[in-house]
């Protein structure tokens, strides 16, 4: 089209020559949807096209342009790639010089609709038309492995590369081994079965090469400076002898200061790749992450609420009403035909049930405020209610919680949780059932805890609400909104980008005038000598120029580095007053507040203060729900209540995505957090300044964070949160603060590459509900040659569960009990983020002794349920407290469902095989085996017999059939007789 000459490379799809000059253009598109391979390749949580993607740009455009080698070919600027959306590509190559070299470029540009998106130029180099003279001589491979080589873990080298923030999933994981000789490094490296059939498409897989260069580390080759990443600057000599490989040898060598060379052959010795230089850069991990920040211009998330069509309604189920009104009432007769029963509470359920009553299928408990039955908390729509009333709500919650997961009759039973306006379902919505918002993230939490058990609801007080309930429930999601009888469902979504703040940059802090807080008025920052609180009053002051600071905190001067603290901030230039102050002491904050001087008013609040105590939903009290509630929800509410007559410039609230995202073991945690987001909510429905800001994981160890040990960062990481470095959550307070797109911001940093994984490895159900419309499901590609380990769809839980129940029938009870160790091996390794795998898990060690707790024992009963459709007890690992253990009650419980033994098997067998042959097409080599195998079987089960066979034949009589029938004659028998 338009005269382009097409392309068969999966990075370009043309190649244009410009008439009239000499030179060409290549042109492509990238994204991770139709490139998912590029997700396994991030540093420091972005996606970035790697180095080696270049130099396949660059080794292409050589061969369109009749060149023989890259010369050279300088990286100028990473190319990160969006999460949704995609990049367009082009290689532009200039005419050749009199030496016959040729300059060569690449651009790229966003996708967008915006005119004035513009072209970034990320590479920039020269082809040659000859090849340089050390790719004359290639390297021999001679002995494999080399002689006198030492061999280097190669596990341990990727643990590394991940504390040094290179994330490498399994394209890019490709070393198989590793040897490290005097001054050199020799490795051979392989793609994953998956992508062996697309690498003939391409000069040389750059996840391919990229893995051939990682020996780098093994060797001491190239100096990697602390907090620093290593990225690729300049390379040189560029030249490919062969294409399509899937399998390298590698010598690895030092080419002066910072910089190495590379040979590459196939397994025969033949050379594949000569490199001259690299020239590998430190850069500050710090410095980087500005740098990122200027390209990547969606890091801030929030959450959106999409329409969702109703369906039909499911089949009528038995229903049950916990202290529900006459509207919740009859929405449930709707849904149940009839078939319906009313109970004031859960203890009249379960009088009910003990009086023989049927266990309904699913039961709507009715949390609204007018209802009452729950707890004697009720606010006036539109009013603030008491903090004691925020907390009573959800101790109610959280008890009626524990005794629906203690009442071992309704474990398969389903509990909708029914709320009026106690969660905002649109970005200008208000919430008007304050009191009751920390119940959604309690059951956020619950549901993560105990997955498939829990529905939540929020309706408004409109009719056609409750009218579309039964058709909002039939949609089986766990979150929804009816709002004028529309259903809405949550999801994480990348901000708009037409919410971003102008005037900066996206990454750069605003300049002092510019700032929303101001330099006359004072600042509040409550928790101020935390970690984050002592963050960002630094920030405050040295990025948004504040003079005034009022800092707050239960120790005040007492706390640890508080002195100090102030004595920095007073150098900078502020006024700082220092005060020791519960802030969830109303009085005592009142003091405080009269206290700051009419030259100087409060302008802005910043409520960073908050504490954790974790713990599965069994294990929380009232004790531990209060303690945690009172930092967060009643200095929230006087903060809210004592400033509302004050000129505030900002009042923020620092919440965090485990209310949202509901963290397993969080859920007095996140009850806290979603009343934060919720009072943000109503303060701006009011006209009054509020954002609240989920954050994620910040990477400095703090009150909140500090227990966190590196397998639970890993599981956080597996689950799509990955750590952020404080400077990149500075900078993402900047931009939070500056946009104007609702009261309730994420500011995080996603490993989306990550969740990509766990979907491949585990299925769609392993990705968070909210975060999976940014992780679309894709099916990954099968690989054509038949010689290769084909690689699947992932599966989902059901599948899964359905595929371990066909292996496992017929078998004997050890060969199931084999299997299902070998299962619960995995899923110990995946639960404890074992580097090992498996293989590390010692079947008869107590599960306790290998570090499990009460949340990883929650986390593994949830995985082996997904494999095994199993309903299993929270007590899972307690109960069977080792591996062997636990296979050996899988196999009791899968077997109480029918998994057949091996004679049931057998028996069933013959139907399908006699089936199978009666409808073959046969041959002389099929008939020859269907007699051999036939014959074998016979044997197994003992040879000839007395007695009635079939029709009355002996085991003899059949044997002599077997011996004289025509072939035609045997397969007839074997349809008729078995």
Not at 395 to 410: I, S, T
Not at 478 to 486: D, I, S, T
Not at 751 to 760: C, G, K, T, V
């Amino acid at each position: 089209r338009f005269g382009m000459e097409w392309e068969d490379h999966p990075m370009l799809g043309g190649a244009l020559p410009v008439g009239g000059s000499g030179s060409l253009l290549l042109a492509g598109r990238l994204s991770l949807a139709s490139h998912e391979w590029l997700a396994d390749h991030a540093v420091s949580g972005s996606v970035l096209l790697p180095g080696t993607a270049f130099v396949e740009l660059a080794l292409r455009a050589a061969e369109a342009a009749g060149c023989a080698a890259v010369e050279e070919l300088g990286l100028e600027t990473p190319l990160v790639l969006p999460p949704r959306g995609g990049v367009r590509l082009q290689v532009v190559v200039e005419s050749a010089d009199k030496s016959g070299r040729r300059a060569v470029s690449v651009f790229s540009r966003a996708e967008s609709t915006r005119e004035e998106a513009s072209w970034t130029r990320h590479a920039v180099g020269v082809l040659s038309a000859d090849v340089s003279p050390a790719a004359a001589a290639p390297w021999s491979t001679g002995v494999w492995p080399p002689p006198d080589t030492e061999q280097v873990e190669v596990d341990a080298l990727y643990g590394q590369f991940a504390a040094m923030g290179y994330e490498y999933g399994d394209m890019f994981a490709g070393l198989q081994g590793v040897w490290r000789g005097d001054g050199e490094v020799f490795a051979e490296v392989r793609l994953p079965a998956r992508a062996t059939a697309e690498a003939v498409r391409f000069g040389l897989h750059p996840a391919l090469l990229d893995a051939a260069l990682q020996p780098w580390l093994a060797g001491g080759l190239v100096e990697a400076p602390e907090d620093s990443v290593l990225l690729p600057f300049a390379w040189q000599g560029i030249t490919l002898h062969a294409t399509g490989a899937d399998t390298l040898r590698v010598r690895l060598a030092r080419a002066g200061d910072g910089s190495l060379s590379l040979q590459a052959v196939d397994l025969a010795g033949a050379p594949v790749l000569s490199l001259d230089t690299l020239v590998l850069r430190p850069l500050a991990r710090e410095r980087f992450a500005r740098l990122l920040g200027a390209f990547d211009d969606r890091p801030l998330y929030r959450v959106g609420w999409r329409r969702r069509e109703p369906v039909s309604v499911a089949p009528q189920l038995r229903w049950a009403v916990v202290g529900g009104q006459g509207d919740a009432v009859r929405a449930a007769t709707r849904m149940a035909g009839g078939a319906v029963s009313v109970h004031a509470d859960l203890d009249a359920l379960g009088a009910a049930m003990d009086e023989g009553g049927d266990v309904p299928a699913v039961v709507l408990a009715d949390f609204r405020a007018d209802a009452g039955s729950h707890t004697s908390t009720r606010t006036a729509s539109g009013l603030v209610p008491e903090a004691e009333a925020v907390r009573a709500a959800t101790r109610a919650g959280l008890d009626f919680l524990q005794r629906w997961l203690a009442d071992e009759r309704l474990a398969a039973v389903r509990l909708a949780v029914l709320t009026e306006r106690a969660v905002a379902a649109g970005v200008d919505e208000d919430v008007t059932d304050l009191a009751h918002a920390g119940l959604w993230g309690l059951l956020r939490s619950a549901q993560s805890e105990h997955p498939d058990r829990f529905l939540l609801v929020d309706v408004d007080a409109d009719d056609a609400s409750l009218a579309a309930l039964p058709s909002a429930l039939a949609l089986d999601v766990p979150q929804l909104a009816l709002r004028a009888g529309e259903i809405r469902v949550p999801e994480i979504e990348s901000l708009p980008a037409d919410a971003e703040p102008t005037g900066h940059g996206a990454g750069a802090a605003p300049e002092a005038d510019d700032s929303v807080l101001g330099p006359d008025g004072t600042v509040l920052i409550t928790g101020a000598t935390g970690t984050l609180g002592s963050l960002l009053a630094r920030h405050l002051v040295t990025g948004h120029g504040v003079r005034r600071l009022l800092l707050l905190s239960r120790s005040g001067s007492d706390a640890l580095g508080a002195t100090g603290l102030a004595a920095e901030l007073t150098e900078l230039g502020a006024a700082v007053s220092l005060v020791a102050c519960d802030v969830a002491d109303r009085a005592a904050l009142e003091r405080v507040l009269a206290d700051i001087p009419a030259a100087h008013p409060l302008t802005a609040v910043v409520h960073a203060a908050g504490v954790i105590d974790d713990g599965a939903i069994q294990a929380l009290t009232p004790e531990r729900v209060d303690a945690v509630l009172r930092p967060k929800v009643d200095a929230a509410l006087n903060l809210h209540e004592l400033t509302a007559r004050m000129p505030l410039s900002a009042f923020v609230l620092f919440s965090g995505a485990a209310g949202i995202l509901g963290r397993p073991g969080q859920a007095n945690y996140a009850a806290a957090n979603t009343f934060v987001d919720a009072l943000a909510h109503h303060r701006r429905a009011r006209g009054l300044p509020g954002v609240s800001l989920a954050w994620g994981l910040w990477g400095a160890a703090s009150d909140m964070t500090g227990h966190l040990g590196e397998n639970d960062l890993r599981r956080m990481r597996r689950s799509g949160i990955a750590s952020m470095t404080g400077e990149e959550g500075l900078s993402l307070f900047d931009r939070a603060l500056a946009v104007h797109d609702g009261p309730l911001l994420l500011p995080a940093r996603l490993d989306l590459a990550a969740l990509r994984r766990e979907q491949a490895a585990e299925g769609p159900e392993a990705v968070p509900v909210l975060l999976r419309g940014l992780v679309p499901a894709v099916t990954v590609r099968r690989v054509a040659s038949p010689s290769a380990a084909r690689d699947t769809p992932a599966l989902t839980g059901p599948q899964q569960a359905d595929q371990l129940r066909q292996r496992l029938a017929g078998r004997n009870h050890e060969a199931r009990v084999r299997e299902l160790l070998s299962l619960v091996r995995v899923h110990v390794a995946g639960v404890l983020a074992l580097a090992e795998g498996e293989q590390a898990v010692d079947a008869a060690r107590p599960l306790r002794d290998a570090g499990f707790d009460s949340l990883t024992a929650v986390e593994l009963r949830n995985r082996l349920g997904a494999a095994t459709g199993l309903r299993l007890a929270p007590s899972l690992v307690f109960d069977h407290p080792t591996p062997r253990a636990v296979a050996e009650h899988l196999d009791g419980l899968l077997s109480a469902e029918g998994i057949d033994d091996a004679g049931d098997a057998a028996l069933n067998g013959l139907d399908v095989l006699a089936s199978a042959v009666g409808g073959m097409e046969t041959d002389d080599i099929r008939r020859d085996i269907v007699r051999r195998r036939l014959e074998e079987m016979l044997a197994l089960v003992g040879g000839a017999r007395s007695g009635p066979v079939g029709v009355g034949l002996a085991d003899s009589a059949v044997a002599e059939q077997l011996d004289s029938a025509s072939d035609d004659d045997l397969f007839t028998f074997i349809e008729e007789q078995l």
